[in-house]
């Protein structure tokens, strides 16, 4: 089974400033998809990037770019230009791109709480 | 506008009782999962559902149970027997197979709390 491990319960940011959230993750599949997921207070799940494994160049959505680093199971979330409205818990999510093992949906990390200072 | 519509926002259940959770989709999205969510976790799976009139069960299963008589529709029905419901819940879908990196999304969630 997969695991998703995100070490940081809580960060804390100045408005404008660059943050950056850790996700691990273990796996011994070679082919498999990373998400980083939003949730603002209202608690709906919001997509932020996603990130296929057979991609060597990281994904990138405007302020928000990934690092992922294959061997290293790793798969952090950058946040440039910090605003007020990133303020919210991100989750790290892993997916196998194989759905014979009989296994689907995402396999979640216990999240990361965002403070945006202003 | 397509998504995906839970209801209801906010539900109460005495103890004993069963409840349904109701989770509709008009993205013509094959597969539909439920998803619960207690505080200080990730979202753990309780059952997803690839096709129509199939389902199986994720890693939290006990004490729910599942129907997937329509493509559009997959209620979650919390029993008597899951002795700790209290939670928000979270229903998603996706198009069919995982080998294209089918993006999961969510709706926008329903409370439970047990009175």
């Known amino acids: 089974a997969q695991t998703v491990t995100q070490s940081q319960p809580e960060m804390s940011v100045q408005e404008a400033e660059t943050v950056t959230l850790s996700c691990t993750y273990d796996t011994s599949e070679s082919d498999y998809y990373l998400f980083w997921y939003k949730q603002p207070p209202s608690r709906q799940m919001i997509l932020v990037i996603r990130q296929e494994a057979y991609k060597q160049q990281n994904a990138t959505e405007n302020r928000f770019s990934v690092n992922f680093q294959k061997a290293a199971k790793s798969f952090s979330l950058k946040i440039s230009d910090s605003q007020l409205g990133d303020a919210a818990m991100y989750f790290c999510a892993y997916r196998s791109a194989w759905s014979g093992g009989g296994a689907d949906g995402l396999t979640f990390g216990k999240g990361t709480h965002l403070i945006i200072q202003p | ?115």
Not at chain 2, 43 to 72: M, P
Not at chain 2, 94 to 99: E, I, K, Q, V
């Open chain 2, 1 to 115: 506008d397509g998504g995906i519509t839970q209801s209801p926002k906010y539900l109460f259940r005495k103890e004993g009782q069963n409840v349904t959770l109701s989770c509709e989709q008009n993205l013509n999205h094959d597969a539909m999962y439920w998803y619960r969510q207690d505080p200080g976790q990730g979202l753990r799976l309780i059952y997803y559902s690839q096709i129509v009139n199939d389902f199986q069960k994720g890693d939290i299963a006990e004490g729910y149970s599942v129907s997937r008589e329509k493509k559009e529709s997959f209620p979650l029905t919390v029993t008597s027997a899951q002795k700790n419901p209290t939670a928000f819940y979270l229903c998603a879908s996706s198009r069919s197979g995982t080998g294209v990196g089918n993006t999961i999304y969510f709706g926008e969630g329903s409370w439970l709390t047990v009175v």
